[in-house]
């Protein structure tokens, strides 16, 4: 079944693309949309149209902070919505409020964001690499010395798992990283080897799950690897 915008039965959904889906306790669906009038918009869980959330800037809603990459939802059940102009929309769901977020220090596009048991949030960073980020004091760390990297090579995380005291690490060109939180450091690195079948075979790494303790599932430019942690081979 497709969900599109239905004037007539009051599915007012934007005419572009989806960026993200995150689903809220309730069963509503946020869905954020990647273009300049996109924002934000609340389903129910049928995906029926319940409301539109725009920031509104010179008087217009078409502008790069509705232009959203993705979603996320920290301890606090605030919604963030880091967009293309660099900011954060961010979404109080119990007062209904929305508001565009700047960062001068953390300004670029965020491409993944997650939150540890602590007061840490963790971004995966179009151009700063790996970004930590104090909840209660809004310190901000950058970690961009990939292993296996040159000075060329782009500082962008596609996307984060965590793992305890570590953090599994996709990148755009450094392939899969593993980042040690009590060192403060990366300190694994699985790249293209040619001269080994049991390598990675893709270098740009977009997305990671856990499929259990033991193993994890990478999404690659070059198709899916299963990753054995114990004997750390593909």
């Known amino acids: 079944q497709t969900h599109k915008r239905d004037v007539g039965n009051g599915d007012l959904f934007p005419l572009s693309p989806a960026s993200d889906f995150l689903q809220l306790q309730n069963g509503d669906?946020?869905?954020?949309?990647?273009?300049?009038?996109?924002?934000?918009?609340?389903?129910?869980?049928?995906l029926h149209f319940k409301k539109h959330y725009l920031v509104l800037k010179n008087r217009t809603v078409?502008?790069?902070?509705?232009?959203?990459w993705n979603l996320f939802k920290d301890n606090k059940g605030i919604i963030w919505g880091p967009n293309q102009y660099n900011s954060?929309?961010?979404?109080?769901?119990?007062?209904?409020?929305?508001?565009?977020?700047?960062?001068?220090?953390?300004?670029?596009?965020?491409i993944m964001i997650k939150q540890d048991s602590g007061s840490f949030i963790w971004m995966g960073h179009w151009r700063k690499g790996l970004v930590k980020m104090n909840v209660d004091t809004k310190e901000k760390s950058f970690y961009t010395q990939f292993l296996h990297s040159d000075s060329n090579n782009k500082k962008r995380v596609e996307s984060l798992l965590l793992d305890g005291d570590k953090i599994w690490v996709g990148t755009n060109q450094n392939g899969?990283?593993?980042?040690?939180?009590?060192?403060?450091?990366?300190?694994?690195?699985?790249?293209?080897?040619?001269?080994?079948?049991?390598s990675i075979t893709n270098n740009s790494v977009k997305d990671i799950l856990e499929y259990n303790k033991d193993t994890l599932i990478i999404a690659t430019l070059m198709g899916v690897n299963i990753f054995d942690k114990k004997l750390k081979t593909f």
Not at 29 to 46: C, E, M, P, R
């Open 176 to 198: 899969l990283q593993v980042f040690d939180k009590k060192k403060e450091k990366f300190t694994e690195a699985f790249v293209v080897n040619t001269k080994d079948k049991t």
């Open 29 to 46: 669906v946020l869905v954020s949309f990647y273009y300049l009038n996109g924002g934000i918009v609340k389903a129910d869980n049928n």
């Open 62 to 68: 078409n502008n790069g902070s509705n232009q959203v």
């Open 88 to 110: 954060i929309l961010k979404l109080n769901l119990a007062t209904e409020n929305m508001i565009d977020e700047e960062d001068s220090i953390l300004s670029g596009p965020i």
